[in-house]
Each structure stands twice: as C-alpha cells, then as structure tokens.
Nanobody
C-alpha cells in the first residue's frame, strides 16, 4: 500500500490550499486522516474521516480545514482556508484499518511521505 500526497505549496497568510492523497494498492481501512509536523515539534493530528464520512478535527483547525474522501477512488483531500503561519508543517496522509479514527497517530497503519505546506 502506498499513500501519495500532493498539493503542498507556499501560500500567504489568509490564503487557501488543497491537499490530496491517493492510495495505490488494495487495502482495507476504516479511517483516513491528515497529520502534520512542524520543525522542532511533535506530530499532531489535523483531521480524520471514517468510512461513513464522520469527521474529527483538531481544535486549532476547526472551521478552517475540511476533510473529504472518495471511497471508490481511495482518495482523501484536505481543504485549508484562512491559513496561518502556524499551519506551516509537513503534512502527512495516513490510513487506519480499525476504528476509532483517533487524532493520535501512533496506531495508524499506513503513511505517506508528506507534502510541505508553508504559510508566510
């Protein structure tokens, strides 16, 4: 299984960006999500979505980030608006076989290589 992220870029504060993640290879999963890690900081969960479409977001991104998925295509997207400098990080797509879809990343099964987002 390979998760491939795309869409990372440099944007100005207040701007928007859309990240996409495509899964190559068949796998069973109940959850897909986005995590991020800024230099010198621990990885944090940003948003998750389960197979039925229920979502969860970190408090810091609620109302600004939106997650969506296409189950048939095994893709997940993260729409980010009103971006802030503190959103700067490497963003990772992840998938998890079992519920619940926690924002803690330590029990997620599959990870992408990451895509860089810089807000200035």
């Amino acid at each position: 299984v390979q998760l491939v992220e795309s869409g990372g870029d440099s944007v100005q504060a207040g701007g928007s960006l859309r990240l996409s993640c495509a899964a190559a290879g068949y796998f069973y999963r109940n959850c897909m999500g986005w995590f991020r890690q800024a230099p010198g900081k621990e990885r944090e969960g940003v948003a998750t979505i389960d197979i039925d479409g229920s979502t969860d977001f970190a408090d810091s991104v609620k109302g600004r980030f939106f997650i969506s998925q296409d189950n048939a295509k095994n893709t997940v997207s993260l729409r980010m608006i009103m971006m802030r400098a503190e959103d700067t990080a490497m963003y990772y797509c992840a998938a998890k076989r079992s519920l619940p879809c926690t924002l803690l990343g330590n029990d997620w099964d599959y990870w992408g290589q990451g895509t860089q987002v810089t807000v200035s």
